[in-house]
Each structure stands twice: as structure tokens, then as C-alpha cells.
């Protein structure tokens, strides 16, 4: 079956500019999660959803951070004013529900110049 | 809040000998406990999770792990190292059930000689 997918695998934008990262979870989870690996690093917590709303985004920098999931299913990470600090590997991941595995996509490489 | 630390940020071993990553974590309360692996250009997948009950916990491929509590450890272990071993490894720790909380380490490479 279909796993976690993400859109667009690369994403290069330069300073300043807006950018919409894309996850497609597994077709039936209700929790979706939004990470960020800067290189060298472990995945970083940034937002999750339980259905629609956003159950805990403590884990956001700032407010040039922002997701939505407006139907309980696929999910948008927007960045604003991005700077070049943001570059990083992105990732989503979904799982049926609290308290069990989460299921990772393969992550979409920002790089802002 | 709960944390992880990975020691060595990079493992080599040969093929066929014994594969031992490190990890420590640090949480107030009693920990649930992750290792996952990701391969180049995929995403993160579980290999083996603590949570209650039997600290020695065995996962996919082989690997398994043991939580102890005096040391606040949890680390990973493969008797046999395979060529396909070869990847990033994550310990990641959550301090709730629901493990909407995970923090991971920065993660250690294995590197697997012929």
C-alpha cells in the first residue's frame, strides 16, 4: 500500500520568498506530525494534528511558520519570508492514532539561497 | 522535557562483527523509547520500541535493544553486522503514551566494511 508521501522532494527558493511543503499521509491515519532535520541533526518537532486541528504546535520557531490539514488528511507546511536558515530536510509522518508507530515519508529537501 | 544523546556520531564496524550503538536519554518521567533507521533518500522506520514491560526489546533485522533504567540506556545491539546495515540510526524517547512528545538524538552512521 501507499506510504507517507511528500511534494515536492526538492525545493530550492531564494531569501524572502514563500514556499508550501506538501504531505500526503497514509490514507486512514488521523495524527500527522511535521519534522525538521537540519543536517548533522536528529528530526525536530515542529507541529501535529490530530483530524483537523493542531493539537500541539509548541514546536514552530516563529510565527513565518505555519501548517494546515483542512480536511484531515493532506497537510501543507508554509513558510514565509524564508530565510536561509530554514534550509533543512522537512518531514511528515502519520499514524493511525496516538500512542502507536508514526510512518515517515521521505522528506522534502528545502534549500533557500 | 525528555532528551536523547547519541555517543558517536559515527560507527564502523566489519562484516560480521557486532554492532553497538549508544544511547542515553534523560525524562522526568518513566520513558517510552525508539530506535529508527533511515536510509538514503527514505524516510525514518521503526526498528524496535520500549514502552512497558520486558526491558530487552527485539526488533526488525535482527537488532534488539535493552532499556536500563539504572543507566538510562537504551542501547542498540546486532550480533552480526550485514552490508545492508549500512545507514543513519535515530534514538528517539517520548515521555507521554500518545508519543506526541518524541525527541530524537542527532543520530549516529554505521558504516559497514567489507
Known amino acids: 500500500g501507499a506510504g507517507v508521501s511528500q511534494t515536492p522532494s526538492n525545493k530550492v527558493t531564494e531569501k524572502g520568498k514563500y514556499v508550501e511543503l506538501r504531505c500526503d499521509p497514509i490514507?486512514?491515519?488521523?495524527?500527522l506530525y511535521w519534522y525538521r532535520q537540519s543536517l548533522g541533526q536528529g528530526p525536530e518537532f515542529l507541529i501535529y494534528?490530530?483530524?483537523?486541528?493542531?493539537?500541539?504546535d509548541s514546536g514552530l520557531p516563529n510565527d513565518r511558520f505555519f501548517a494546515v490539514r483542512p480536511e484531515g488528511s493532506v497537510s501543507t507546511l508554509k513558510i514565509q519570508r524564508t530565510e536561509r536558515g530554514d534550509s533543512a530536510v522537512y518531514l511528515c509522518?502519520?499514524?493511525?492514532?496516538?500512542?502507536?508507530?508514526?510512518?515517515f515519508g521521505p522528506g522534502t529537501r528545502l534549500t533557500v539561497t | 522535557a525528555q532528551s536523547v544523546t547519541q555517543l558517536g556520531s559515527h560507527v564502523s564496524v566489519s562484516e560480521g562483527a557486532l554492532v553497538l550503538l549508544r544511547c542515553n536519554y534523560s525524562?522526568?518521567?518513566?520513558?517510552?523509547l525508539f530506535w529508527y533507521v533511515q536510509y538514503p533518500n527514505q524516510g525514518l522506520q521503526l526498528l524496535l520500541k520500549?514502552?512497558?514491560?520486558?526491558?530487552l526489546v527485539k526488533g526488525i533485522n535482527g537488532f534488539e535493544a535493552e532499556f536500563k533504567k539504572s543507566e538510562t540506556s537504551f542501547h542498540l545491539t546486532k550480533p552480526s553486522a550485514h552490508m545492508s546495515d549500512a545507514a543513519e540510526y535515530f534514538c528517539?524517547?517520548?515521555?507521554?503514551?500518545?508519543?506526541?512528545?518524541?525527541?530524537f538524538g542527532a543520530g549516529t552512521r554505521l558504516t559497514v566494511k567489507p
Open positions: 528517539a524517547v517520548s515521555a507521554s503514551y500518545n508519543n506526541n512528545d518524541m525527541r
Open positions: 509522518a502519520s499514524s493511525p492514532g496516538t500512542g502507536v508507530e508514526q510512518y
Open positions: 494534528f490530530q483530524g483537523t486541528g493542531a493539537a500541539d
Open positions: 520500549y514502552t512497558t514491560g520486558a526491558t
Open positions: 490514507s486512514g491515519h488521523t495524527a
Open positions: 525524562s522526568s518521567v518513566p520513558p517510552y
